[in-house]
């Protein structure tokens, strides 16, 4: 059977796994304090090409997602999200178990359109009732997005722009940002997001760590008290240390690039030619995804054919009744399993 | 330096870390769907002799504590707990970020009393006013307590009478649970753990794991839609295997006992070969502690010195000005860094 | 200067303003357990034709929406509502400060549609991910809307069907009740809402009282604890019989009907009146509005030239630039009023 | 029957009823924003002379408490009470339903010690570990407490500087507050109040309105977007005017006093005679409490007897079986009923 279901199905980076080892039996402080985290800090606050970034290790996308949320809004503000964004449709209520409310706007190929958020906010302020309503305090992206796909340099800069218009933080989901950076096209780095937005995290989950998200907060005073939230959240790890070794070795040169990106850069030329297989046998997809997620569009025959010798994820259903499933790619995809799974077709 | 600061300075047990170099490729579902959690949760309970438990794995001890207090409460309730609990003492607010209030009652060498308990709970319920108030609806006890101790099985069968008595349920912080079944003189076994209580957790990161904690509910019911609450609350690991696969070699047998057990007896061992040290050099423990912390009263000129070679914690201050520290020992405790504190002496 | 502004410019009916003065001195015990509150819900219970309902007073609309969201969801469910819903567009996010998710639906005249929900609900129990996902839990519906309109018979009954068919609890937002029940052509009545709905509440702020919504929970069991959950969402009036004598008041019959329904007949009659002769003079109604509430179309200068000599409320941006201004009669408007705002036009 | 429950068995002072029938269908705008409010917090500006002080009305006291405490505490705070605070002892967790834990400290005749308080912060201040703990943000204290005794303007002062000292707003509970600035030997009067509290509240529904709490904050920027937040918390009044024209009465000139202290010295004065009366009788009473609640103890035969004509509180076991029982006058309390209740002892 192959498996493509998503791309959290194998363990780590195995830089990663040799580095646990040879440090298994180190002492260190404990909750993020000790050295091997002030070296990952430091390596991504490089990469980032901001020297003044505050960085902190999460263990998962949605607790960092609903952390970062609680920490950048004041009490009167709610969060603007894509419908499809993973905070307000895929979380169980993470943000809202926060007491925070998520706003959703329409999704364009899961992406948000700047010019939406804009209208949406001047509304709001040219709303005389506005204390009674819940106001636009941050921005929610996830790039890539849900569909795979990730904005460009000037949509980014549109979204920013509007967050500086009205007073709002922007803040970007990096579950999979290995796979947004190395998308084809791409013409966002990590620069760019520091510099764009005002919280982001760099997802390991699913590029190369066992488990792991490092959030970045780039602009100073907005992670006050960030540790205290962490802890009241359960989101402080005891060893922390090994949160941090892992984006220590993930930010490591290797082979003329940082692992992380070479493990995004992996998955995404696999994914794309998954995509390119597909058409050539006549499939449709759904949308153009540069990234590591190939969304498929399957009739009930086609979609049972492949399910006997390849799992992957049902996505939703099409307007014309056949299914949308998802093929994802990851660091550890194997070219021999693409091959063989563009042979069943 | 020696380093006795606390039981998470290490990475984890070296049987952990061979099995995750062995089994990194493997793929498997996410969210702790896989086969290996589901070996760990039944080694588990066949250890609890509870074969109708429900097993969860989550994180960290401060979002286990605060997920199963925020599961096993009813929306008009809060959780009884010792002064000195960590829910209410050390975990920033985590429980009262439910929603929930924690419900102090007095401390007794970091233990509740059930005399104690039972006379909170009668006074409530005799209240004609108590529908204004929070009702005791479960609670909270840590085992080892933050000081160290242990319940006997007598204590933890009049706790769990009283939660019987008025309707709440027993819940036991286990972070340290490995040392607690082997605290000198312990007869509390995880089989009467399973029968007293309504929930408890197996504490992985303090006792071999890099993290890692295995909540379980022993009665039907009580974790109806946890798996959603655990999503809720960022608790939700996706490479949920990692968390299953720690407590699956945890749980293996090795030199004729589990090694979570192993793990326990070689700290405690060392922790009372400690103890012992220091009261044969003429120094006074707080409290006389079974298991792997242990307590011990400094004077400022004592406390310099010793810290010139060794860390260790600051717990708090005693009565006649002087200070009390904590050495804990691990699961990863060399013999030889023992006798070299005590030659310090 | 004539105040169109809303339904809650003015005290109380004149009845219940005699009933304060000469019941002010009478000594009662407090938070509603008094003879006055039960003689209040048995007068509701009665136009309910549901003798086990449960009845609780509280002081306001958005404290009813969310004390009652809370009570009825369990923690993994949210609310579904149409998007302009005033639980989710205009309560400062009071349902989400409780934790809780409202579900927008899209709105039709304000109003939700039982097919859309059906479909909702089947695609969350057809999505085998749904554990991740906050679940329908129950459905909240305004009557009248925000835009005035009312639910018929037949939609009432088919979004009660969907609400048993998928486990899920009806609970209506009568704010503005007393206007739904003489709506023209109204074919609702409060026993037809009692069995439909397990949870609603009879507006009294907007239809006649100083302040005050009754409560009614249908179904036995749904009300558990009911009164500490007021308490702890600060709902909880110590002088309670202070609500229950205005529905006391309110649902006493006068003139061949309960002073509740009379107050919503004037109001009606009254917006009846004035949006017939707002189409009379050639001005565009926004909607067909069967309520006390219209909602007029006017272009700037229509506006400006009203605004002297008339306060009404904005209410949106019709989609050619003109706005939609909402002018709101009461239980307390002077038919002359309308007269000479008519002729103003 | 003699009725001594509670100060809240009767309807309002009677220039309230008063008012509310002359104003009645006087057409005001909502939530807050009227003419009569403003009166009234003008009114209340210069009782305290506070010029600068910002003025809501809320509906309730456990409302008032959860909002002002939401508002004045930072993600990491929580707020110091005395054990028998209503905030942390009688309120069925409002302020942990907001996220927010209580710190309770031992009580004195149910006040705060600023000495232990002091001790409090230092410890905190102290402890390297600090940011696992809830930080000491705010003190709560009520006056009159909740045992009828209030601090002394050295009591107040002292609280106040501990306050300064480390970072922490001061916030005090004034539900029965009337009766505090009528106290036996009192000197603290509202301008010291609003000189030396952050935040604090005039009680009205104990001390002669309907309902309504005036919530004062002293300090420019505490009250940012507080109209938010009480509309997030369910605290908005529509028909604000309703509470504003309460106040607006009760803190009118009338007899050489203001109505509210008037009020409150009768109340007082009756409570005293009524002490005495008790004294005089052989009676014990439980503390000496200088305001309108008396706290008798009673043998098991007394209460019985008493209770046969008179209606009075439970409060709580004393340590030597008798119980103890409090009688609380109000403004609206007859002389006649004090002495027909001496009389019957």
């Keep these: 059977m192959l498996h493509f ?20 039996l180190d002492q260190t402080s404990g909750y993020g304090t000790d050295e091997v985290c002030e070296r990952a800090r430091q390596r991504i606050r490089e990469a980032c090409a901001c020297p003044e970034a505050a960085v902190y290790f999460l263990v998962g996308g949605t607790q960092a997602n609903a952390a970062v949320a609680d920490q950048i809004l004041r009490p009167w503000e709610g969060i603007v999200s894509a419908t499809t964004g993973h905070i307000t449709a895929h979380e169980a209520g993470a943000v809202e178990a926060c007491g925070r409310k998520t706003l959703p706007l329409p999704q364009h190929d899961g992406k948000l359109d700047a010019a939406e958020v804009r209208a949406y906010c001047e509304a709001y302020w040219a709303d005389e009732n506005r204390e009674h309503i ?15 796909t990730v904005y ?21 989901d990096g579950a999979r ?30 590029v190369g ?26 989101a402080l790890l005891a060893k922390g240390r090994f949160l941090g070794l892992q984006f220590d070795v993930l930010f490591e040169e290797e082979d003329g690039g940082l692992r992380y990106e070479n493990a995004g850069r992996h998955a995404v030329a696999l994914a794309q030619r998954l995509a390119e297989g597909f058409r050539a046998k006549g499939y449709d997809l759904h949308l153009d995804s540069p990234t590591n997620q190939q969304f498929v569009v399957l009739d009930d025959d086609a979609k049972a054919r492949l399910a006997e010798h390849a799992s992957f994820g049902f996505w939703e259903l099409a307007p014309d009744g056949r299914t949308v499933v998802r093929f994802a790619t990851s660091w550890a995809t194997r070219p021999e399993a ?3 799974l563009l042979a069943l077709l």
Tied chains: 1, 2, 3, 4.
Excluded: W
Excluded at 193 to 203: E, K, T
């Design 177 to 206: 940002l290995g796979y947004g950076l190395a998308a084809v096209g791409a013409d966002v780095a990590l620069p760019d997001i520091a510099r764009l937005c005002d919280a982001f995290y760099i997802g390991g989950t699913k």
């Design 134 to 148: 819940v106001a636009p305090g941050a921005v929610y992206i996830s790039h890539p997005t849900e569909y795979g």
């Design 5 to 24: 279901d998503s791309d959290y199905m194998e363990g780590a980076h195995p830089a990663i796994i040799e580095r646990l080892a040879a440090t298994n």
């Design 209 to 234: 760590a066992l488990c792991g998200e490092a959030v970045v907060f780039t602009k100073p005073g907005l992670d006050d008290h960030f540790f205290t939230l962490m802890k009241k959240r359960g």
């Design 152 to 172: 460009s340099l000037v949509e980014l800069e549109a979204l920013s722009q509007v967050c500086r218009d009205f007073g709002m933080r922007l803040f970007m």
């Design 338 to 340: 693409v091959d063989e």
